[in-house]
C-alpha cells in the first residue's frame, strides 16, 4: 500500500494552461504539504495544510492554489501554467505540524511546460 | 535564502569503507535534522534524524552527528553498501512548526 501517492506521475502541457496533480495520503496524518523541486534539485515548500489550514505560503504566485477536501488528500491547482513551472513537485504529509516527526513524500509529479 | 547547506554536490566512496556526508546551517532557530535518501524518479524517503539536545544518534549503518555550535551535522555510512548509492538531502526545521528546509543534496556512489 503506498502511504503517500501523486497522481499524474509526468504532466506535459501548453503554455496558459490550467492543470491539477492530485495527492492522497493513507497514513492519517493530520499535515500535509507540496514541494517543488527545481531545475537546480532545490526542494522547496509551497504549501502545508494542517487540519485542512493553509498554514504556510511561502511567496508563491496565486497562480498556485492548494485544495484540501478532506484530511487525506491535498490537490494542487495551476493556473494559466508558464514555462518557469517546469518541475517537479512532491507531496507529503506528517502526524502532526509541530512534532518531532518526518515527513512522508509521494513519488513526484514532472511538470513540463511546453 | 540557503539556510541550509550541502557544499558537496557528490560524493564516491569504495564499497565498505565510510561515507560521511556534511551539511551545514544558518539558522540558529532550526531545532530537529533530517537525513533523506532519493533515488531516481522516486520521492524523498527519510533516513535518520536528530533533535538539537542531541550531538549523536545511531540506527544501524547510519549515525548522524550535530555540532550545534558550528551549526554543522554529518551523516556517517558505515559500511557503504553499493545500495546506498542515491542523493542524500539533509534538512533542518524549527522548533514548534514543520517548515523543513532542504539543502540542495550530495549524490552518493558506492562502486563495488
Redesign the interface.
Known sequence: DTA?SQTPKYLVTQMGNDKSIKCEQNLGHD?M?WYKQDS??????MF?YNNKEL??NETVPNRFSPKSPDKAHLNLHINSLELGDSAVY?C?S?Q???G?N???????TRLTVL | DQQVKQNSPSLSVQEGRISILNCDYTNSMFDYFLWYKKYPAEGPTFLISISSIKDKNEDGRFTVFLNKSAKHLSLHIVPSQPGDSAVYFCAARPLGNNDMRFGAGTRLTVKP
Not at chain 1, 40 to 45: E, G, V
Open positions: 503517500v499535515t504539504y537546480k534539485k532545490f526542494l522547496k515548500i502545508s498554514i504556510i512532491f507529503a506528517s502532526d505540524l509541530q518531532y518526518e515527513q512522508f513524500f509521494g513519488p513526484g
